[in-house]
């Protein structure tokens, strides 16, 4: 029975502790005041995890953009020259001619239409004994003695030793803003049906902005799925039909390097 006024049938409980070295006297208290001098297990103030940063996400995933259309490209004659086709519609709108053999000619050639009798849309031309190449936009037989007609940008190599980064950059049209972009090879980025062959091929590329990171476009190899498809060239980004054409144009010069490699090593 409790000796404190008001309160009956209260079991008491005997504490004894130390304190500094020094004997604490056993005190006698009520179950109620007992369980304010026990210690209560509590969870850890701990602050809940931070989200991962963007900056070290993988941007294949992360910071792509919203696929807006998907070219593909499929093999012509001899496995030499391209064909690009709007695969929704199952309309052929560019011709690649691959000029390995013949001189003073630009090593690709992009027309319009299905073959290489259309307009000279634009070319590339390989720098002899380095891994950089010039693309220009338009036609370098319909521009004057010059060439000041053609819009020539540079297309560089960035990574040392391996061909898997390729730098360009260009105005974007209606702007006076000049914008960077940059080829990088990767094993990881694809179509979700491609074949798992791809993923070895050497030709996997995405193209993202220097400035911010986000990959802008990208082209997707079949690997041996389809004996008469390349890949696929799928664009992330709407900056105009100028910008297109340097996506095609710049990402078609650097997968010829790597089929022309693929072939020497054969």
């Known amino acids: 029975m409790s000796n404190r006024p008001g309160v009956t049938g209260d079991k008491k409980h005997r504490f004894e502790g ?13 179950t109620k005041e007992a369980s304010l001098l026990t210690p209560v297990s509590r969870p850890l103030n701990v602050a809940p995890a931070s989200p ?18 998907e070219l593909g490209v499929y093999h012509a004659k ?3 020259d391209l064909s690009i086709h709007d695969d929704a519609s199952n309309t052929p709108l560019y011709f690649v001619n691959n000029s390995f053999w013949t001189r003073n000619t ?3 050639t992009l027309h319009a239409g299905s073959d290489k009798a259309g307009p000279v849309l634009g070319v590339a031309k390989y ?14 037989n319909d521009a004057d003695v010059s060439g000041l007609d053609v819009a020539w940008e540079d297309v560089t190599k960035e990574s040392k030793v391996m061909h ?61 799925k389809q004996w008469k498809k390349l890949g696929t060239f799928v664009f992330r980004a709407e900056y105009g039909q100028e910008w297109e054409l340097m996506v095609l ?12 490699r693929d072939r020497a090593r054969r």
């Not at 130390?18 to 009520?30: C, F, H, K, N, Q």
């Not at 144009?249 to 022309?260: D, F, Q």
């Open 18 to 30: 130390r304190d500094s070295g020094l004997e604490v006297p056993a005190i006698l208290v009520t």
């Open 127 to 140: 720098t002899t004994f380095s891994s950089d190449m010039k693309v220009g936009l338009g036609d370098p």
């Open 52 to 69: 991962p940063r963007p900056d070290l996400m993988e941007p294949i995933t992360e910071r792509a953009g919203v696929p807006a259309k």
């Open 249 to 260: 144009l710049t990402g078609l010069a650097v997968i010829e390097k790597a089929r022309r």
């Open 164 to 224: 898997s980064s390729y730098r360009w950059s260009m105005r974007l049209p209606g702007t006076y803003e000049r914008r960077t972009f940059i080829w990088k090879r990767t094993h990881r980025f694809g179509l979700e049906n491609e074949h798992k062959s791809a993923y070895w091929a050497t030709t996997n590329f995405k193209l993202a902005d220097d400035r911010t990171g986000e990959i802008v476009a990208n082209f997707a190899n079949d690997g041996m």
């Open 78 to 80: 001899l496995h030499i």
């Open 106 to 108: 630009p090593d690709v």
